[in-house]
């Protein structure tokens, strides 16, 4: 299925998923640079973009920090409204319901993918920071995207073939890498638009106005 049949519903069951199965891989992945930003920054304020379950958020706020939260998902909201100490809206990545320069550290995980004009949530994070503000991102990698081809592919020996030149043409061709995600990505991945290329994503965001200090960590699926 791919965004043209159905939009994908985040539904409860994929923040269930979520919770059990990528939550408890990635935390301990990302979690130390995470801490790191924060100790080396001491942002203030933070926001906390598509939080999805909350679990990142909660460590954000343990640095002392006051930390606001979106999600275009009321499944991921719906917990925290029933906190008075969560300040969380329901919007979507592209345009986010504060101020400009509101926050010293906009941290986003694994929600950069899922966003169709990916360069817009880059724009809206650059408006949303104060000036010399951090931003701190996770985002899947497009080399990463055939291990779901492989994990799902059950037809021939020359359709495999076909799949595989897509995949290929992808990592000098922007439509062809777009085209292979969704069609094996966007369902399974919950959603997925993209999958980046470290280099070509620094670009982007230099081209937002952002300076990117440290190059991109790569972690294996």
Not at 23 to 39: G, T
Not at 135 to 141: C, D, G, K, R
Not at 177 to 199: I, M, T
Request: aromatic share 14%; proline share 6%.
């Amino acid at each position: 299925m791919t965004p043209t049949d159905k939009p994908f519903d985040s539904c409860e069951r994929y923040f269930t998923a979520l919770e059990s199965n990528w939550n408890r891989i990635s935390y301990p992945l990302i979690m130390p640079h995470v801490v790191e930003a924060l100790q080396a920054n001491r942002p203030r304020r933070i926001l906390d973009l598509g939080r999805g379950t909350g679990v990142y958020g909660r460590l954000l706020s343990s640095q002392g920090a006051r930390v606001s939260g979106t999600d275009l998902s009321p499944e991921a909201i719906r917990p925290c409204r029933q906190s008075p100490h969560d300040q969380v809206k329901q919007c979507d990545a592209e345009h986010v319901d504060f101020p400009a320069e509101t926050f010293d550290l906009v941290f986003t995980s694994e929600v950069l993918e899922h966003v169709d004009d990916y360069r817009a949530m880059l724009r809206e994070i650059f408006r949303l920071l104060k000036p010399g503000g951090v931003v701190l991102l996770t985002t899947t990698l497009y080399g990463t995207s055939v291990y779901q081809m492989i994990y799902a592919y059950h037809g021939g020996f020359p359709g495999f073939c076909r799949n595989i030149g897509l995949y290929l043409l992808g990592f000098w061709n922007h439509r062809a890498a777009k085209e292979f995600v969704l069609r094996w990505c966007y369902e399974p991945l919950g959603g997925h638009f993209h999958g980046f290329h470290a280099r070509q994503l620094a670009s982007d965001f230099r081209d937002c106005g952002f300076v990117v200090h440290r190059g991109f960590l790569w972690v294996a699926p």
